[in-house]
């Protein structure tokens, strides 16, 4: 230790000259006398620079910087308890790993907009199942630079092993080197902490937002944390847990005493059958689309227009998508921090529709044309409390489009079903029915039939005659597909409406359609769509007056989805503008149709004079503003004041509710209040 400290001490130097000079002479010593290390760390350093680079885009932040640098300096003092002959196999092993992981970050995010967890390795086989769509949609050739790093380091690092002096020279003074290496590694580490705020803690000990945490701690230390965070269901009973019962109990103790009660629209629909249509990747932004003076989907606007038509209506999902929504929908819960529900949490128990309305009398039961395990559904239906789950093994495949059979034969068959179930169980029933052709990557347009999306035109020629003239528009983009397979869906969903109207499954029913989540359609082609001059047959300049900006907020913003609520023998023909979320469904249904969830989070919509959309990644919206959490910003959605305190105040709810939701999953709090409760009752007995 004398030697070391001997090393490391540096005379007093007369100027601040000096004092750079002396130790840019030291780093320059310590770093040639390993060139191995030198060359992993300026590489793994500049690969994980460049995920944040092509990603969350945060160029002047040095703090993310610091933290890949620690977690890399603490790999290499390590490399000093391996062999000098293995120490560059180890470095090799380690760039490989580094690169991996943000090869996949930079995919990952470009489909999602978040990052990847460790808990999501169990839900990977489900891309297999969308492959097509990981090619189309999310490979970019630019992810291919990572891999410049590990070639470039084997053939450089080759090289140097082969020179005998620099092999002699990295057998000596390991031990010194470690310990020299921990110390810096250990400097790091203190540096970084001392530089983080409270509220940066409070985030990487949450891990609401990825994308926050890899903009302010580095990619590496995001990993590390996730880990932990991963690790932690496996022994939530060693810690915690007095905690989260104590934050659930006061939250929903709370809640009880400012619930309103009734309104207007209380057990409207009590005892009546309903059928939910689960519409796949429907926006509400093709709603409103018309080419060439057609409807994009006349058939959702005319149901629209004459049920109740929610408006303002965001998904929650998180990286389990569609099963996120089944999820939150039928429990107004939120999904979890750490992987998905469906696949990681199946076993726990909650509170639901399909359980609420059992008890009421209904059978519930849900179809859907795909495989029964993808997301785990064959299990998880069961355990929602859904009496039976349909899936492909109960269908004629006889037509297939993308993924597996085709919406329009699945609703045809499906009310066979329905009508067997109606006739034979002889009692009132609740039907899911969860679509699937208009899943990315939306290449089967010959399939989605006739429907252009160009832009047609008359014009006089120079024989003043008149002729139509198309421009090409939106053909030929991914949001023109998809386009045109919103068209097909919504052809699919009127011919089952009327298919319905036949067979008399319409009486005393009530039709629920939601989408399920947005379609990840590029931010490009919204500034085509919204932007599109034909003249030029190109998006026109920025500078012009009809220009409409599509940024980080409007592109939110149009991420909503479509909620209708709509029977045949009532024209409600009502517009609700008030913001919503999945989590609010539950409450609402359950005010129209007589049930309550004393675990829910969301609220009946009818019964609040504000309301709050939580977003797994602890963004926010109401009507008045759209929250940020990642650059901590939000925009305005109406031009007037904010009342004080309205951003601390939606802040706090909002990590507290993500706290509650992920709590009550993680630690089975339902389950286990329902045993105590349980035990009570019977010592009173």
């Known amino acids: 230790m004398k030697n070391i400290l001997k090393r490391l001490y540096i005379k007093r130097p007369k100027n601040l000259k000096d004092i750079f000079q002396v130790y840019l002479k ?32 945060n160029y002047f932040e040095y703090k993310p910087i610091l933290g890949d640098l620690t977690f890399l300096v603490i790999i290499g003092a390590l490399s000093y308890l391996v062999r000098p002959k293995g120490r560059f196999t180890y470095f090799v092993i380690w ?14 995010y470009t489909f999602y907009s978040s990052f990847v967890s460790v808990s999501l390795i169990s839900t990977s086989i489900f891309v297999l199942e969308v492959g097509d769509a990981v090619v189309q949609n999310v490979l970019n050739p630019l992810d291919a630079i990572y891999f410049v790093y590990p070639v470039v380091y084997y053939a450089v690092g080759r090289k140097k092993m082969r020179q005998k002096e620099y092999y002699r020279e990295s057998k000596r003074n390991t031990y010194t080197r470690m310990l020299n290496t921990f110390m810096l590694g250990a400097a790091l ?25 890899v903009s302010k701690f580095g990619l590496q230390t995001y990993h590390i944390n996730d880990l932990i965070k991963s690790i932690q269901p496996k022994i939530n009973s060693l810690f915690g847990y007095d905690q989260a019962v104590k934050l659930v109990k006061d939250f929903y103790e709370e809640r009880q005493q400012i619930t309103p009660t009734k309104n207007k629209y209380t057990d409207i629909f009590k005892g009546r059958n309903i059928i939910a249509i689960h519409a796949e990747s429907i926006q509400s932004f093709a709603m409103n689309l018309k080419f060439n003076g057609l409807e994009v989907t006349p058939n959702l606007n005319a149901l629209a227009n004459e049920g109740i038509h929610f408006t303002n209506f965001y998904t929650q999902v998180s990286v389990g998508t569609s099963s996120d929504t089944e999820f939150t929908i039928n429990t107004s819960l939120l999904p979890v921090s750490n992987g998905t529900v469906f696949v990681s949490y199946w076993n726990r128990e909650f509170v639901t529709i399909p359980k609420l309305l059992s008890e009421l009398g209904y059978y519930c039961f849900s179809m859907h044309g ?33 993924l597996g059979l085709s919406d329009k034969s699945f609703f045809r068959q ?33 399939e989605y039939g006739d429907f252009p999306v160009d ?27 998809y386009l045109k397979s919103v068209h097909y869906a919504d052809e699919a969903i009127g011919q089952f409406i009327n298919d319905l109207d036949q067979a008399g499954l319409l009486e005393n029913t009530v039709v629920i359609i939601y989408g399920d989540h947005d379609a990840r359609l590029p931010r490009k082609d919204f500034e085509r769509l919204y932007n599109y001059d034909y003249v030029i047959d190109d998006v026109m300049d920025e500078h012009d007056s009809r220009y409409k900006k599509v940024d980080y907020y409007q592109y939110e913003l149009d991420r909503k989805v479509p909620f209708i609520i709509w029977t045949k023998d009532k024209k ?47 963004n926010w919206v109401t009507n008045k503003v759209y929250y940020n959490s990642q650059k901590e910003e939000y925009m305005l959605l109406k031009d007037e004041p904010l009342p004080q305190n309205y951003i601390d105040t939606y802040n706090e709810y909002a990590d507290k509710i993500l706290e509650v939701s992920n709590s009550i999953i993680l630690y089975d709090l339902i389950r286990k209040e329902k045993t105590e409760d349980a035990f009570i009752e019977e010592i009173i007995r």
Not at 99 to 106: A, K, P, V
Not at 375 to 393: A, D, I, P, Q, S
Request: proline share 3%.
């Open 370 to 402: 795909n495989n029964g395990t993808f997301w785990n559904r064959l299990v998880m239906h069961k355990e929602m409390g859904y009496h039976k789950f349909f899936h492909k093994t109960s269908f004629e495949i006889d037509e297939t489009i993308g």
């Open 189 to 213: 580490t203190t540096f970084f902490l001392i530089n983080l705020t409270p509220l940066e803690l409070g985030r990487l000990d949450k891990q609401w937002n990825r994308e926050f945490l």
């Open 95 to 108: 760039s490989w790993i580094i690169t991996l992981l943000c090869f996949i970050n930079s995919v990952y």
């Open 414 to 446: 499906a009310v066979s079903i329905i009508n067997d179930i109606k006739t034979t169980q002889n009692k009132p029933f609740y039907a899911t029915l969860i679509m699937l052709t208009n899943h990315t990557p939306f290449d089967e347009v010959e």
């Open 572 to 618: 409600f023909k009502k517009k609700v503008d008030t913001v919503m979320g999945m989590y609010d469904v539950l409450p609402t249904l359950g005010n129209m149709f007589g049930f309550h969830n004393e675990y829910q989070l969301g609220h009946d919509i009818f019964s609040v004079k504000e309301n709050v959309v939580v977003f797994p990644n602890s």
């Open 26 to 57: 030291r780093i320059y010593k310590y770093f040639n006398s390993d060139l191995l290390f030198f060359y992993f760390l300026i590489g793994a350093l500049i690969n994980t620079t460049l995920v944040r680079f092509l990603t969350v885009k």
């Open 455 to 481: 832009y047609k035109t008359t014009i006089t020629n120079l024989y003043g005659l008149s002729e139509e003239v198309s421009y090409p528009y939106m053909e030929d983009t991914i949001m023109g597909r």
